[in-house]
Nanobody
Framework: QVQLVESGGGLVQPGGSLRLSCAAS????????MGWYRQVPGKERELVAV???????NYADSVKGRFTVSRDYAKNMVYLQMDSLTPEDTAVYYC?????????????????WGQGTQVTVSS
């Protein structure tokens, strides 16, 4: 099994920045791509960023140019640097992983996910 634990959420003002971290443990060999999705109550889940084992990335249009996903393979960590945040970025953010080497933004394909961390952008 794979366990994913997120950290780094919180309250930030519009225009501010926040960095999320995700620690992976367990059967790490099952993981190839790792990403972040977010969910707002009453709305569909949105996969916002993904990075594969080769370091290639893909982003949703809603965050492109503002969010950066990165990975520390030695530490089994994945990060999401979020800049120029707006109130529309407020959501619970989840770390997710799958065993395939694909840069998919289809959240339903991800096999593992964490418990989530709340990000609130408000003045």
């Amino acid at each position: 099994q794979v366990q994913l634990v997120e950290s780094g959420g919180g309250l930030v003002q519009p225009g501010g920045s926040l960095r999320l971290s995700c620690a992976a443990s367990g059967t790490i060999g099952r993981i190839n791509a790792m990403g972040w999705y977010r969910q707002v109550p009453g709305k569909e889940r949105e996969l916002v960023a993904v990075v594969n084992s080769g370091g290639r990335t893909n982003y949703a249009d809603s965050v492109k140019g503002r969010f950066t996903v990165s990975r520390d393979y030695a530490k089994n960590m994945v990060y999401l640097q979020m800049d120029s945040l707006t109130p529309e970025d407020t959501a619970v953010y989840y770390c997710a992983a799958l065993g395939q080497d694909v840069l998919t933004l289809r959240v339903e394909l991800y096999e593992y996910w964490g418990q989530g961390t709340q990000v609130t952008v408000s003045s």
